[in-house]
């Protein structure tokens, strides 16, 4: 009885500890995981910097619409001979498994780059489109930087450039494995399975 007495403080400074520690998140930026053939990639987001782009693509995340998708297209130097400037990225989503689905989606409300801060660097994760405001679930990741889809870049005539809103952070080495996979004509010649997005 004793010995439970001089343990009871203790007990004590250990629960504003244990509460603290439950009311803080893991990290300061949302984190998912793109789970594939090939293995993770850990994708950090900037909600304080493009946040109609990150609240939109977790709401996809959360709603399952990532499960059995795929990486299908490719962009590499030799793939591209029609155009001035050489892009190198790999671009996923639900395009080519669910292609209904994706043309049924709102478009988001286009954050360019000037806005946001975040530049088209190695590692970054952007969302694909056609006009602005017309993105919602495909997205691609730059390998290298890629600086043409960046605000008033080339990559888009229109030169709004592209909604980058975060960066890969574990699995680089992934995603040049996928970038690397045969390919024709900037669509890889087997997509590569997207098993799952989901936040950590």
Known sequence: MKNCKLLYPLYLLFIPWLLLSCSHPKYKYPHVIIETNFGDIEVELYPDKAPKTV??????????????????????????????????LIQGGI?????????SLPGIMHEPTNQTGILHKNGTISLARTLPGTANSEFFICVGDQPAYDYGGAANMDGQGYAAFGKVIKGMDIVKKIHNQPEYEESFDKPVEIFNIKRL
């Open 55 to 88: 609240t939109a693509f977790l709401s996809y995340v959360d709603s399952g619409f990532y499960k059995n998708s795929s990486f299908y297209r490719v962009l590499k130097e030799e793939n591209q001979p029609s155009v001035s400037f050489k892009s190198e």
């Open 95 to 103: 395009w080519h498994t669910n292609y209904k689905k994706g043309v």
